[in-house]
């Protein structure tokens, strides 16, 4: 539990330094795997004029940089709030499995900082969602996921054949 209180009040105070800076929401996240930081970033939202620049996002990217990989199995991520829909996703594709979080989601709607009607549009299909989306171009988008199946077979048999 030390080491838990130790990592979460790293992110908290990251939340708070923004506040000083502006750089973007008061928000801080740190990634840790076997008691090592692997990354401790803000939000930089406003700096990087950067809707996607959510401290966890941010975290992401800096721990994946740091370790030359995008799979983050065995982490555990320590964040000032509940992530939001698009952290998230980051934090599934990702491969995080715990996640440490201080603000609950209705304490940034309190803040200024709500985001359940994205929630309520993802819940909705496609088409019955507030942003218009419009499928064009199938048969040509479907040959470059043809390719890539292809090529990863072909990998795959060089993998086991171990001509790679």
Known sequence: MKEHKQFMLKAITLSKENLKTMDGGPFGCVIVRDGKVLSAESNT???????????????????AKNIGKADLSGCIMYTSAE???MCLSAIYWSNIAEVYYGNTKRDAE????????????????IEA???TFSRIFASEAIKVFEEWVSS????????KDGSL
């Open 83 to 85: 992530p939001c829909p």
């Open 129 to 131: 969602q507030k942003i």
């Open 45 to 63: 939202v406003t700096r990087d004029c950067d809707p996607t620049a959510h401290a966890e996002i941010n975290a992401i990217r800096a721990a």
């Open 110 to 125: 309190w803040a200024g900082f709500g985001d359940e009607f994205i929630t309520v549009q993802l819940q909705k299909k």
């Open 152 to 159: 990863s077979a072909e990998m795959k048999d060089k993998i």
